[in-house]
């Protein structure tokens, strides 16, 4: 990870007019569905075709890929379409028969990136080659395992690496299928600028019709392309189906993408503005979901209040929160006037929350 400009190198020379673009189905199911899919993305950006040809299903019993022989077909779309291919290896046999089969770019999935022992079998498995290898962020939030993983494929003198950024689970329903947690995927843009970073909105938004927007705040993020599945028929895909969308759909939405390719004094501030107010979006996106949380304890206190027909209104402890926000406002360069007038907004907003409550 030392020669820095190295790890962008694979990509420089793409020459790329536009975002990188890796697409395909979820799942190669048949010969047929891989290469009519294939047939309609060429003449198209996308560089890379991707499928999955094994399958990490959560439950036993789901379509767990059609293994080896898939690979034959991703053979036959490069013969006959010109793209190039890539597909998620788990275990050191994997490797060694997508390498057989000439696959360009190998990724590692979430699920495998959680695993220092697997990734390390890829890892040695993969030693020195010259195909181009992605690393998913591991299915939980923790940056250390991220990095650790490509540090691992780093050290197996892998030249051509990179991330894809896929959103991370959690208990909590949310929105998203997965969380983007897109403070993570800025600090490691942060620690490593040359490492490519590729966007996965369909394994973050679980949802077709949510793909544009979280590509588009990934393109203002400065990620470097994007994996979006695809299908032509996605509502009788395999695996995935409420994610993918059809051919057609994903050229409109690269039509549509607001993509910053001039290099110009005016463009590079355009672009700096824009990535500014991408983290502060998220940052803000943060906040509310704070607060809401902040709220729903307020709920809670409302109701043993309730319980025990207790003041709402507790001054000491109120005194005593803003004292030590005040402070630790301070730490982070926030003015005391500003702590104070937030604080102040909050609290009313939590009395209003346990008074109603109270009074339901
Ligand atoms: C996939 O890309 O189809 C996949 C299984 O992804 P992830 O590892 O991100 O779940
Ligand atoms: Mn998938």
């Known amino acids: 990870m030392e020669n820095k400009k190295e790890l962008r190198a694979w990509l420089d020379d793409l020459k790329l007019e536009h975002p990188l673009v890796i697409a395909g ?15 309609q993305l060429k003449d198209t950006d996308v560089s890379y075709f991707r499928a999955g040809i094994w399958k990490p299903r959560t439950r036993p019993g789901m379509f767990e890929g059609v293994g080896a022989l898939g690979l034959k077909w991703l053979q036959k779309v490069k013969a006959e379409t010109g793209l190039k291919t890539a597909t998620e290896v788990a275990n050191a046999a994997h490797v060694k028969l997508a390498l057989e089969h000439d696959v360009d770019l190998l990724w590692i999935g979430a699920r495998s990136t959680v695993s220092p022992f697997i990734v390390q079998e890829i890892a040695d498995a993969l030693k020195g080659t010259d195909k181009i290898v992605l690393v998913k962020n591991p299915v939980n939030p923790d940056l250390a395992l991220w990095l650790g993983a490509i540090e691992r494929l780093a050290t197996a003198d892998i030249k051509k690496l990179g991330v894809i950024h896929r959103g991370f689970s959690t208990y909590e329903k949310t929105k998203y299928r997965n969380n983007p947690e897109w403070q993570m995927a800025i600090e490691l843009q942060t620690k490593f600028p040359d490492l490519p970073i590729i966007n996965d909105p369909s394994h973050i938004t679980g949802r077709r019709d949510m793909i544009f927007d979280v590509s588009q705040t990934a393109l203002d993020l400065n990620f470097d392309g994007l994996m979006i599945e695809t299908h032509f028929d996605p509502d009788n895909a395999w ?96 003015s005391e006037e500003f702590i104070l007038k937030m604080f102040k907004a909050i609290h009313q907003e939590s009395i209003n929350h346990q008074e109603k409550i109270i009074n339901g």
Do not use: F
């Open 239 to 334: 695996s995935d189906a409420a994610q993918q969308v059809t051919p057609q759909t994903l050229v409109q939405i690269m039509k549509d993408l607001k993509i910053r390719k001039e290099t110009d004094a005016e463009a590079e501030y355009n672009r700096s503005l824009d990535n500014l107010r991408a983290q502060i979006d998220v940052v803000d996106n943060q906040i509310i979901s704070l607060l809401g949380k902040r709220m729903k304890a307020a709920d809670g206190i409302g109701s043993l209040k309730k319980q025990k027909n207790v003041a709402v209104l507790q001054s000491k402890r109120w005194n005593e929160i803003l004292g030590r926000m005040v402070l630790e406002g301070q730490d982070h360069g926030l």
């Open 25 to 39: 189905p979820c799942s190669a199911e048949t010969e047929e569905q891989v290469l009519k899919i294939a047939n």
